[in-house]
Every structure is written in structure tokens, then in C-alpha cells.
């Protein structure tokens, strides 16, 4: 299900503005396959077992990568897609509370993010 359902799940999400209900659904169907593996019920919630599996809700999945691309984008050569990644960092509301919500700062090495964004995901589950 990871190799082939969540890649197209997630496919060019960390790109476009969603809205929370919208990535609440979007987590809903993720969360639904882990159900059916463990054989949860519906009203049972799956994240402590996301979590102690070592993987990432789709919320955090979606900023982590949102927040990589980012990061990816500035080493870009072409000079309009450099500028148009300044002026998001610095204009966008969303970016800034992705930032601030798992205490990241886009400058910090990919590994480092990938691990800040684990830690946030474990203080929402412990």
C-alpha cells in the first residue's frame, strides 16, 4: 500500500493549498487502510499505531514533503522560480505556520526536518 496507493495519494500535494477538511478526508482514506490491516473499527483511531510503526499521518507526510520541496526549490538555477520561493517564504501565512507548528526552519538540513517533523507527530500521539 506505501509503494503503490500513497505515492499517488500524496502525489503533487505538498504543492497546492489545500483546505483542512479537504486533508482531513485525505487522511481519513490513509487512516482507513490501516484499519483494515489491524482490523479497527471505524470510531477507533489509528495514529498510535502510525506512529509506533515509525510512519507519518498524512497531515505531517504533507507539510514534511511541502516543507522539502521548498527547501529543494531554492537550490533551483533558473532565477524566477528563486524569486518566486523568497516571496513565498516570506508572504505565505500557510508556510509560516507550517514552520511554526513543527518548530522547523526551512534552512535546517532535510534530515533534521524529516526528524522535527517526527517529533511533532509524537507529541500529538503521546
Not at 489491524?38 to 502510525?50: A, C, L, P, R
Not at 528563486?82 to 505556520?97: A, G, H, L, M, T
Not at 522535527?116 to 503521546?126: D, G, P, R
Request: hydrophobic share 40%; glycine share 4%.
Amino acid at each position: 500500500m506505501e509503494s503503490c496507493c500513497l505515492p499517488i495519494l500524496l502525489y503533487g500535494l505538498e504543492c497546492m493549498n489545500i483546505k483542512a477538511h479537504q486533508m482531513k478526508e485525505i487522511n481519513s482514506w490513509w487512516n482507513s487502510v490501516y484499519r483494515r490491516i489491524f482490523g479497527f473499527n471505524q470510531w477507533e483511531s489509528v495514529k498510535e499505531v502510525i506512529f509506533y510503526l515509525g510512519r507519518l499521518d498524512v497531515h505531517h507526510l504533507v507539510n514534511m514533503r511541502r516543507l522539502l520541496f521548498l527547501k529543494r526549490s531554492e537550490g533551483c538555477s533558473n532565477k524566477v522560480i528563486q524569486e518566486c520561493i523568497v516571496r513565498y517564504k516570506s508572504q505565505s501565512c500557510e508556510f509560516i505556520e507550517v514552520q511554526k507548528q513543527f518548530n522547523i526552519d526551512i534552512n535546517w538540513s532535510a534530515p533534521k526536518i524529516k526528524a522535527l517533523t517526527y517529533v511533532a507527530f509524537k507529541n500529538i500521539v503521546c
